[in-house]
């Protein structure tokens, strides 16, 4: 067993990576440990938007990231069954006080490792991959964690464990908090393809409306691959929506397209929240903590969120500058935002996609023509990145 560690963070993903290297930056000692033998690669989170960025920008880590991502301002949303398309270009109509005015698209495996390389750059730090949590036992003065390594079982000894573990989070289930919510009956299928969509009347981030045929297509970088995710009958096993992939991709991309299937991946989709985001000296963020369906891109969004308000509320306990109640204060508001703006926001934007009323059909499209007319209220409480921001920690 090694020395006691200032903090532990269990889960090298971006939420935990983030938290990490913040906490590291304040002069924090950190250990990052994660299950996997490096960063999981899976095609996931790829569209960053301002509020994201400007948490790396505090970081120091947007420069780099704009080196590796594809800038896009643009968006459409498209209803096939009319021919409808509507078009935004934040430059247009930002946001009060929004200075970036522009996303950033690149895969959330690179985003990690852009954090990594910074975090391991710092002395106070360090990451071992192949360190699988499997218990936790706290007390008044610290935590310990049983760890199971290729080499054998170990344990670290840490004063606060982060739990940013993921959606099947270990950490959650041995703090005994339940993740309450409900997962959606249909499967979401990720796939990233070589097309252009570009000549075709797609802009570089879209949705398309439809009951059955819905999807989100965004272009996932500087190269030609884009993603396409679509709904699929739950019933179906991996080996079935492969097979009807072609037919579906036949009514989704333009007539007679021909693409290359470059990663194709199934998953199912949950609305859940954990009933705490603290307990005693374990505190939880991300995917950990709550997870929505990624329509409106607001699963990796909110995670960051949580590891900025984590990086101040917890920086500011670990020296001294706050008392343990703003670690409270954290664990209500994070969860409080989930519960009222992200996950409503998050269901709105499935239910609006494959709506099947025609006349709440007209009325999103009636909507979204306001929205993308409207300037922004100028009230910034009302705006969506506010909402989904909360209320800035008290320290
Ligand atoms: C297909 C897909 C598309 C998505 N698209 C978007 C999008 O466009 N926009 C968006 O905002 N979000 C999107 N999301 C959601 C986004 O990917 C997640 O919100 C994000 O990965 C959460 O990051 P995290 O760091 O909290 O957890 P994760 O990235 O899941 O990282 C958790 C880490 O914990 C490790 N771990 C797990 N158990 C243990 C253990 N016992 N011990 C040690 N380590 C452990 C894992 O190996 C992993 O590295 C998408 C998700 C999917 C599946």
């Not at 895969?107 to 390389?117: D, P």
């Not at 499997?134 to 003065?141: A, F, I, K, M, W």
């Not at 009514?251 to 989709?269: K, T």
């Not at 954990?274 to 963020?285: I, M, P, S």
Request: aromatic share 8%; net charge negative; with cysteine.
């Amino acid at each position: 067993m090694g020395a006691q560690q200032s903090v532990v963070v269990v889960g090298a993903g971006p939420v935990g990576f983030l938290t990490a290297l913040g906490l590291a930056q304040k002069g924090v000692d950190v250990t990052v440990i994660d299950s996997e033998p490096a960063v999981v690669r899976s095609p996931r989170a790829a569209v960053y938007f301002h509020t994201t960025l400007a948490i790396l920008d505090k970081l120091g880590l947007l420069e780099e990231a704009d080196a590796i991502g594809y800038r896009n301002s643009r968006f459409a949303m498209h209803w096939p069954a009319t021919g409808d398309v509507i078009r935004t270009d934040m430059r247009d109509n930002p946001e009060p006080g929004q200075r970036i005015t522009h996303n950033l698209h690149f895969g959330q495996h690179l985003l990690a490792e852009l954090v990594m390389a910074h975090l391991l750059r710092l002395p106070n730090a360090r990451v071992r991959f192949g360190h699988r949590l499997t218990g936790l036992e706290q007390s008044e003065d610290g935590v310990r964690l049983s760890v199971d390594t290729a080499a054998g079982p170990t344990e670290f000894r840490a004063d606060w464990v982060i739990g940013s573990d993921g959606a099947r989070s270990t950490v959650r289930r041995l703090l005994g908090l339940a993740f309450e919510g409900h997962t959606w009956p249909d499967r979401f299928v990720a796939t990233n393809i070589e097309y252009d969509f570009a000549p075709h009347g797609f802009e570089d981030a879209n949705m398309v409306v439809d009951p059955v045929d819905w999807a989100v297509i965004a272009k996932l970088g500087r190269d030609n691959l884009w993603r396409v995710t679509y709904g699929e009958d739950a019933r179906l096993d991996e080996a079935a929506i492969l097979e009807r992939l072609p037919e579906r991709f036949a009514r989704i991309l333009p007539p007679g397209a021909s693409y290359r299937i470059d990663n194709f991946s199934p998953y199912s989709v949950h609305e859940r929240c954990a009933t705490h985001f603290r307990v005693g000296r374990v505190l939880l963020a991300g995917d950990a903590a709550h997870a929505c369906n990624p329509c409106g891109g607001l699963g990796l969004t909110t995670g960051v969120i949580d590891a900025d308000a984590l990086i101040a509320a917890l920086g500011a306990v670990i020296m001294g500058e706050a008392d343990e109640s703003v670690l409270d204060f954290y664990a209500r508001e994070r969860r409080r935002v989930f519960l009222e703006v992200t996950s409503p926001l998050a269901s709105n934007f499935k239910r609006m996609l494959s709506e099947t009323d025609p006349a709440r059909q007209a009325a999103d499209k009636a909507q979204a023509m306001a929205n993308a007319a409207n300037e922004h209220d100028a009230g910034a409480a009302t705006t969506l990145s506010a909402m989904i921001r909360g209320a800035p920690m008290p320290v």
